[in-house]
């Protein structure tokens, strides 16, 4: 393994065959096979604030590194994910839209699909006290990359502080709703004060990947255990360095 995994998931439940938005779904029962395997291949699931001490060098590398993440907050999560992960001991980062909290995931409505409740602040809290890491998704779930400089800003300053406030505990890491982001986006979030940053390009995590645009792995709804496997190990892209400005 080069070097750490971090893999992508969203819901997590029992779900009909879909023909859109497969890598937004897990079926519950393919991801306890999925932390089963984790767990009898001897991988180490860490949280992100270990992996980022591994890919700074402040940590030993370990040889088979795994960071689960889960975008959107969805209550599912809590219902399907959780007691599996309290199950084998694995922490995982929950990154939830601030401004959404408690209320649903009525962007996917204009695709077709079911609208399911996002997770409250009083689960984050409860989340967030049993050792799940709570990360920011933005405020609203947009496109960052398609929005003004200062929309950027507000979107991803503003989640922080709502996040904090309802949690009572710091949020470091941030997550670019649907992948997007550019230079303004992930100078906007080094701004912020975060400490990294998670994208949907797919390749390890490496020491020289810039922390705020660390690639993920999607896990889809059609994967097998091989297919998860099969990503992991070999599905890979090029990633291009990073280019944020330096400041004097």
Known sequence: MKGIQILMYHQVGDFPEMASHRATYCDHRRFAT????????????LR???ALKCLRGDAPMPPRGVVLTFDDAYENFYEYAFP??????????VYAISSLLGQSA?????????????MSAARLRQLHSAGIEI???????VRLAEQGTEHIREEVTRSKKE????????????????????????EAVAEAGYQS???????????????????????SWGDSLVGVWWKMHFKNIS????VRRQTA
């Open 239 to 242: 990633k291009r360095p990073p």
């Open 48 to 50: 992100m604030e270990e």
């Open 106 to 118: 009525s962007w996917l409505a204009a695709d077709g699909h079911a609208t399911p409740p996002l």
């Open 84 to 93: 599996i992960l309290q199950k084998h001991g694995f922490p995982a980062t």
């Open 163 to 186: 996040l904090e406030d309802a949690l009572g505990a710091r949020v470091d890491h941030f997550c670019y709703p649907y992948g997007s982001h550019d230079i303004r986006a992930v």
């Open 34 to 45: 999925q932390m089963a395997w984790l767990k009898l291949g001897g991988y180490q699931v």
């Open 197 to 219: 940053g998670t994208t949907c390009e797919r390749a390890w995590a490496t020491p020289e990947d810039d922390p705020l645009t660390l690639p993920r792995k999607a896990v």
């Open 135 to 141: 990360g920011s998704h933005s405020a609203s779930h």
